[in-house]
């Protein structure tokens, strides 16, 4: 090469790094995420197919700050991501889309202004315009709809307003007293169930305008209703027992689509059939969930099964050990499931005859739910460092089809779970996640949450998780773990705690938290314990068994069993997996060591919350552990947010509960240091 050329050589690939350089100063700048970030995520809801498979509908939610609330609108992208659609707008919001079989129309709810108050189901044309108004329901509350595959007729399902609404101009009526006579008398959000509380399909004709009961059946919850492909039937779940209040025994029952039919019970197994339901393309099977006995009511693993019209049963994939969800059918009759295991969630086919799956994506992240229809599979994607989106799933790969997101990703430095796996006492592997500061030092361990989930029938899995992100930028890492009683691992691993809590799953979240001490990640005088509903009742068990966490957070949690009889919404599981207070006192004084002996064994600085009208776990137990550890004068704080049930829905309390959490592990895992001794004054010297 001769001299001039290698100088030109030399030359262009200053250029090069010049250019590269400047384009790297150019680039901009990621910052770390914040509370205010809570306002700009966009929460995407699951996809609906059209009929054709070219188009997919869904929700958007974002918080609306001025008015304290969320807020959902309807958005619909074409199949190969060239369109993208704002359907809905306004202050009411928009939710539960769906297009009618023909494809020429998309259905919602909404309680825009109309003929009637409330949540109706409205229409508008695919191509555009403004939405019609379809239903007038004034003395009941819509809970869902679904298209007969006509077209002609919708399919309600219906619950009784507790107080009728009232009339234009006029104050409301002056409350009533609620007479009860129900063994499961009061549920979250719904609150005291009167006697007519269920949930009751009907049969509303577009013609006509008129809603009539699609079956003879009184006092029964109908629920989960699907039509088969050819309009001859509709399937729903239902439990027909005596007193349904009584048993978890739902059943799948088929019904002819006219009013006052009667209707037939497929399944007879003694505990739960049912869930979403799926028909197969020529009609004659359905596809559901079966769960476990009552007696273990909250560790349940459902697995797959199909019934015939004829009532006869079958369990495909019947020695796989895998909770599963969310059947669907192909157009060829293949039927897959979504599939919970060890921190994934995944689709999978399951063999109709036999006892395998196949996994249907293999990537890391959980599908939070999705739908098939004109051959087309969409799923709602998620993964450490990614909220939720749709995708198309085509063999076994993933398109990416919504970009809501993906603005407010781009600014932020985002951080990934690593999977932990520690053994406990007996020797069972426990697994876990552990999510590491984004600027930690190595061989620098640094402050550990352990944050314990809820359920305790759930897991912590391989999501997009704000606290995760936010205290990666705080210099905390967090430790999730998916403790004895969680789902993901078998039926086996799920009931082990059965009638023995805070036990097993102690001794689990202790073995995790020695694993991230012993990888150098976790500073062992440096951990708080905190969790919401079952978690909360872990960490009051947690900080009743160690001292070794600093402070402790208890949101919504349970430390007396026998208080919450008759209290919470769990009669069920009190009457059937402990028995009742007064047949076996022993049990429910054994699993009230946290506030029995709370002299002796707490003495972690302990925060409590919960919601005034949280009727899942009611706020008494926070009060409890509070007044107790106040009695005493150890360091103690109560929290109570007006309105909120056990689910938070206010975004300014959501927020709120985000900074109280953080100010109080920064109390007690980053004391503040003294400040250095002011300098003399010279001139006064």
């Not at 369109?83 to 306004?90: A, D, F």
């Not at 157009?331 to 196949?358: T, W």
């Not at 009638?499 to 012993?518: I, N, P, R, S, Y």
């Amino acid at each position: 090469m001769s001299p001039i050329t290698l100088r030109r050589v030399a030359v262009a690939f200053l250029i090069i790094v010049a250019t590269f350089a400047a384009n790297a100063a150019d680039a901009p700048k990621k910052r770390d995420i914040n509370l205010e970030d809570l306002a700009k995520l966009q929460r995407v809801g699951g996809p609906v197919v059209s009929p054709d498979g070219e188009w997919v509908v869904y929700t958007v939610g974002q918080v609306d700050t001025k008015d304290d609330k969320g807020q959902s609108h309807l958005w619909m992208v074409k199949w190969d991501g060239s369109v993208h659609l704002q359907l809905t707008y306004g202050k009411e919001g928009a939710s539960a889309p769906k297009f009618s079989p023909d494809g020429r129309y998309i259905s919602l709810m909404s309680s825009r202004p109309g003929t009637v108050k409330g949540d109706q189901v409205w229409v508008m044309d695919r191509r555009g315009g403004e939405a019609e108004q379809l239903t007038n329901i004034t003395d009941k509350n819509i809970q869902g709809y679904s298209w007969s595959p006509d077209s002609k007729k919708l399919l309600l399902t219906l619950h009784p307003k507790a107080e009728p609404d009232p009339e234009e101009g006029k104050p409301p009526a002056p409350p009533k007293p609620i007479v009860i006579d129900r063994y499961h008398f009061k549920q979250d959000i719904q609150g005291y169930l009167r006697d007519d509380a269920y949930n009751a399909l009907y049969l509303w004709d577009l013609t006509t305008k008129k809603a009539e009961k699609l079956t003879t059946d009184k006092n029964v919850n109908e629920n989960d209703a699907e039509w088969s492909p050819d309009g001859k039937w509709i399937a729903y779940v239902s439990n027909h027992d005596q007193d349904p209040d009584r048993t978890n025994n739902t059943d799948v029952f088929v019904v002819e689509p006219k009013a006052g039919s009667s209707a037939k019970k497929l399944t007879t197994w003694g505990g739960p059939d049912g869930g979403r339901l799926a028909w197969s393309p020529d009609s004659k099977s359905i596809a559901y969930t079966q769960g476990a006995k009552l007696d273990l009511l909250e560790y349940s693993q459902a697995k797959p099964a199909v019934v015939t019209l004829d009532g006869a049963v079958s369990y495909p994939a019947a020695k796989f050990d895998r909770g599963v969800s969310q059947p669907f059918f192909s157009a060829d009759g293949h039927l897959s499931y979504l599939v919970a295991d060890d921190r994934n969630e995944y689709p999978a086919e399951v063999e109709l005859v036999g006892n395998g799956i196949k996994r249907e994506l293999s990537q890391q992240g959980a599908v939070m739910t999705w739908d098939q229809a004109g051959a087309h599979t969409a799923v709602l994607y998620t993964n450490d460092t990614a909220p939720a989106e749709i995708y198309a799933l085509e063999n076994g790969a993933l398109r990416k089809l919504t970009t809501h997101n993906d603005v407010l990703v781009a600014e932020l430095n985002l951080v990934s779970s690593e999977d932990i796996e520690a053994k406990d006492k007996e020797g069972i592997e426990v697994h876990g996640l552990l999510t590491r500061p984004a600027e930690i030092k190595a061989g620098t361990p640094v402050p550990m949450i352990l944050f314990i989930h809820g359920g305790p029938n759930g897991q912590d899995a391989h999501t997009f998780d704000f606290l995760r992100q936010w205290l990666a930028t705080k210099g905390y890492a967090e430790l999730n773990v998916n403790y004895r009683g969680s789902s993901g691992r078998g039926q086996d691993y799920a009931k082990a705690i059965a009638g023995d809590w805070g036990h097993f799953e102690v001794e689990d979240l202790l073995a995790c938290v020695d694993k991230a001490v012993a990888l150098g990640v976790a500073d062992p005088n440096r951990l708080a314990v905190t969790g919401w509903s079952y978690g909360g009742i872990l960490t009051d068990y947690t900080v009743a068994s160690t001292d070794r966490f600093k402070a402790g957070i208890s949101g919504a949690g349970v430390a007396a069993p026998m208080s919450f009889y008759g209290v919470d919404q769990y009669i069920l599981q009190y009457d059937n997996e402990l028995g009742p207070p007064w047949k076996n006192p022993q049990l429910y004084v054994k699993m009230s060591y946290p506030f029995l002996e709370i002299d002796k064994r707490v003495h972690t600085p302990m925060l409590f919350m919960g919601g005034t009208s949280d009727m899942n776990v009611p706020l008494i137990g926070g009060e409890q552990m509070y007044e107790a550890l106040k009695s005493l004068g150890r360091p103690t704080e109560l929290v109570v947010y007006p309105g909120q049930f056990h689910g938070f829905t206010r975004p300014s309390f959501i927020k709120d509960r985000y900074e109280r959490w953080l100010g109080w592990w920064d109390r007690y895992l980053k004391p503040a240091t003294p400040a250095p001794a002011a300098a003399p004054n010279k001139q006064a010297e």
